[in-house]
């Protein structure tokens, strides 16, 4: 079963920085995808940062050059570091395949930037 288990999220003041890290199991992790994907109260999850199994990225407008995603492939694990956040970053973070794999979304790191 695949599984995806993130942590780093927090509490932090506008323009803080936190880095998201996200452990994957269960699955051959290089030869895929990976996004981060957030969810803030009321509001849809949306795709906010992707790399594929090579090097390239991309990344929703809103948070580009403040965002990196990045991924040891030897550690299986997946990072997200977060720069000059704001509070419109606030959310549930979390790691997945890209495309997701519906069934195994993980708890989710709560994030939090507020003053």
Known sequence: Q????ESGGGLVQPGGSLRLSCAASGSIFSIYSMGWYRQAPGKQ?????????GISTDYVDSVKGRFTISRDTAKNTL???MN????????????????PLSPHWGQGTQVTVSS
């Open 2 to 5: 695949v599984q995806f288990v």
């Open 45 to 53: 999850r949306e795709l906010v940062a992707v790399i594929s199994s």
């Open 79 to 81: 990072y997200l570091q």
């Open 84 to 99: 000059s956040l704001k509070p419109e970053d606030t959310g549930v973070y979390y790691c997945n395949r890209f495309p």
